[in-house]
């Protein structure tokens, strides 16, 4: 028996060799070894080691990375990129690359897979040394408020007004203004909002705030916004510095536009009935002819008021002169009032004494002008004593627009009684 085992020896070995090929032949055709890709994102482990040295990072190029998986089919058929995790320890960086490798483990996993391996197989980090900066936050806002009210631009201001904000010193060197965003729509009165906070560059790009960190990233950035009342006004204007040549009649003024929409408090505006302008602004002398005069009203507002609308505040005023006509009317002396006749006196006329009064004025007043629409009058208050005197002829309750010229005189005789 015992030198029996030995017979057929070699067809036995051939035996077990063939069923360890057969079983081996049978594994892997089932389930034989493969590959596998997954795409995931590259965590960032120990950052601080840059971060505590007064620097900043930037990873250049995609997080993203495609790792290759090697194992049996039936591991592959289960394995979710979910499942991957690439991990790139910056205490592991190359100082003089640069570079830090990119490590990968397979949760749920391990020992059942012969290998995984990243592309690439190094995260390119960039370094740089951090600086803070201070910027002013300006306020921007969309939409309307509600008819009747507008933005006190003024008064609407960010809170905190300022923002300190660290990073990378290339990064902070495109930053050329901090906006602090509102949406203003429907508002009829003052509120507290919370703002978007945006980075601009010069041309205007917004800038990415991932590498950057500010003292407002915490707490945010509100506006405070507050709203004025609207109103419509009357403009009015003193003429009085208007002074026509020689043959000249001012004829009024027009003004184009004759209300201007102001704003401000409730209480302000509940007191303005209209808007003067003082009579400097159109003083002229000597004129013989029409003028216009463009006024920016902004410049004569109350304290407490401003223009609704800033590009609304001209008003074009027309300064109307006309070549005066002329008209003479003859009254008998009798006719003129005597005011102020001294007592103790009686007055005597030339018997055939005829007054001449000499008008100018606009054609179409002067042709209306008749002996019966004026009043002559002397006035004797200076003359006390009896005697032969030449007194000045006035004239009062005119038509307006129409002047007397003057000239005109009366003899009168005064003797006792």
Known sequence: MKGKWKNNLGLKVIAVLFAVFLWWTVVNIDDPIQKGKYVTEVSLTYTEVVTNAGKSYQILGSKNVTVTVKARRKVLDELKASDIVATADFREMDESTQLVPIRIKINGFEGMYEEASANPRNLQVQTEVTETKTFPITVSTTGQVRDGYILDKTNTVASPKSIDISGPK?????????????????????????????????????????????????????????????????????????????????DGIEIEPRTIKVAGTSEVLGKLTYLEVGKEVLAREELSSGEEVVVNMADYLPDGVILAEEAAGSVVVQINIEKAGTKSLSLPVRSVKVNNAPSGFELVYESEQTVELRFEGPNDVLGKLTMENIIATVDLTEYKEAGAYTVPVQVIDLPEQCVYTGGATVEVTLKKK
Do not use: H, M
């Not at 990064?171 to 602090?180: D, M």
């Not at 509120?191 to 990233?217: P, V």
């Open 170 to 250: 290339s990064s902070l060197g495109r930053i050329t203004r901090v906006v602090a965003k509102v949406n203003v729509s429907e508002l009829s009165e003052d509120t507290t909002l919370k703002a978007e906070l945006i980075y601009y560059d010069a041309a205007d790009n917004i800038i990415d705030k991932s590498l950057l960190s500010s003292n407002c990233d915490k707490n945010g950035v509100t506006v405070n916004v507050k709203l004025l009342v609207t109103k419509e006004v009357e403009v009015r204007f003193d003429t009085s510095g208007i002074l026509p040549a020689e043959g000249y009649f001012f």
